[in-house]
């Protein structure tokens, strides 16, 4: 019996054979469905400022070996007085082929202060590299959650839409129906809230569009696939203090004295300092080794001659302080508090920010509070009375209308509320940044 029973279920091969070609389908929509995730970790890692920072990271650290390096030492080789009318090095005595080797040492700890500001300069970089991570993950949060907004909305349209042609076609029935109890504005009425359902779609398909191209020019590709429809949730342990913790100046600057961008520029300025200390360094006297071997020829008479030694040292003489030295040191010290007052501005203004981004947090709390448990569910019951009161013929056509477009445009309302705090708490966690991101 089995040899006959399966060619005789051409259903069931058929319902095979369209499972076969259906799953590879399913399966690569799931697969370009772009969640937030993902679409921060290909945007981090196609980020070419990243990669930039990464070589100038290694050319500093480059630089920092060379810097604290000794200076080539320079070779010469000289004739010392030959005649000039018979060019023969054993006539005179005092003719002599010298060999000479010169040395140059930088002035005190020039060597060693220039390597340190150099290594300063390049450990700034992974901080930098911090901040910017953090940043693309706000800015590609952002961009991502107004393209879930424009999705999200238009699916609460659609879904709402059937409602719609239903009303419509409840009102044709009864407009041509013997009872007559709906009226000719009462179709038209209906009709009207489907075009200009359609048009709200077309609008917020468009929005969904610009939104996927603008977060395509951080996260390749991702213009072409459709956007997760789980709501991202971006809420984490130290948003949520921040939002029930103090929010004084003084709280909030401990908070953000650990920011990456802030620890850059703390490098940056010792890297100031340490040029500071440099500039001090031109007061001492940079030196030089000189040695130089001379060797003579025998005189005519055949008698050998005793080769020379020549050794020196050589010493800088800053004599000229005021329009040298002095100008340099006061250049750096001025460097160095222009960093600090840098420094100062950058936590002033990441302070400001987070208060009103804590602020903005709370007010968008209240007011997702109250539409989910107030007014999200009045505006639905008030819905289906008023339905419920048309069907009765005890309502009026356009109330019905009317209470049901109030209630699609207030769940859109509470959507983009939600929204609006996921991007805020989007921009907190930027604030909130530490440097556990840094790599290379």
Do not use: C
């Amino acid at each position: 019996m089995q040899t006959n029973y399966l060619p005789n279920q051409p259903t069931l091969w058929r319902a095979v054979l369209t499972l076969l070609l259906l799953a590879p389908a399913t399966l690569s929509a799931e697969v370009r469905s772009l969640d937030l995730d993902s679409a921060i970790k290909m945007a981090i890692e196609a980020d070419p400022w990243l990669r930039g920072s990464e070589q100038m990271e290694l050319a500093l650290t480059e630089e920092a070996v060379a810097a604290g390096s000794l200076p080539d030492p320079a070779l010469s080789l000289t004739a010392i007085n030959v005649p000039l009318t018979s060019f023969d090095i054993g006539q005179e005595n005092m003719t002599q082929m010298a060999l000479g080797l010169n040395q140059q040492f930088p002035r005190g700890k020039t060597r060693a202060l220039s390597r340190q500001q150099t290594d300063l300069l390049a450990s700034a970089d992974p901080l930098r590299r911090a901040d910017r991570k953090a940043m693309l993950t706000m800015s590609v949060a952002t961009l991502f959650l107004d393209a879930y907004l424009a999705q999200a909305s238009r699916q609460l349209i659609e879904n709402d839409r059937d409602l719609f042609e239903q009303l419509v076609d409840a009102a044709e029935a009864q407009y041509t129906s013997a009872s007559g109890r709906a009226r000719q504005q009462d179709l038209i009425r209906a009709q009207l809230e489907l075009i200009r359902l359609d048009d709200r779609l077309t609008r917020l398909h468009q929005e969904q569009e610009i939104a996927q191209q603008r977060l395509a020019e951080l996260v390749p590709d991702s213009g072409r696939q459709p956007i997760d429809t789980a709501m991202p949730n971006l809420g984490n342990g130290a948003s949520a203090r921040l939002s029930s913790g103090p929010a004084s100046s003084a709280a909030l600057y401990a908070q953000l004295e650990a920011h990456p961008a802030v620890l850059a520029v703390n490098r940056r300025i010792d890297a100031v300092s340490t040029g500071t200390d440099l500039a001090r360094q031109k007061y001492r006297p940079g030196w030089g080794l000189r040695a130089q071997y001379g060797y003579r020829a025998d005189d005519p008479a055949g008698r050998s001659r005793d080769d020379l030694l020549t050794v020196g040292l050589t010493f800088d003489l800053p004599l000229f302080r005021g329009d040298r030295q002095d100008r340099a040191v006061n250049a750096a010290v001025a460097r160095e508090a222009a960093a600090r007052t840098d420094r100062d501005l950058l936590i002033r203004e990441l302070v400001s920010r987070l208060a009103s981004e804590r602020a903005e947090l709370l007010r968008l709390e209240q007011r997702r509070d109250l539409y989910h448990d107030r007014l999200l569910p009045q505006m639905s019951q008030e819905a289906e009375a008023s339905l419920a009161a048309y069907n009765n013929a005890d309502g009026d056509f356009a109330e019905a209308v009317r209470a049901r477009i109030s209630e699609l445009d207030t769940k859109i309302d509470a959507l983009t509320i939600e929204v609006a705090r996921q991007q805020t708490l989007a921009r907190i966690g930027y604030l909130l940044a530490t440097t556990a991101p840094v790599g290379h």
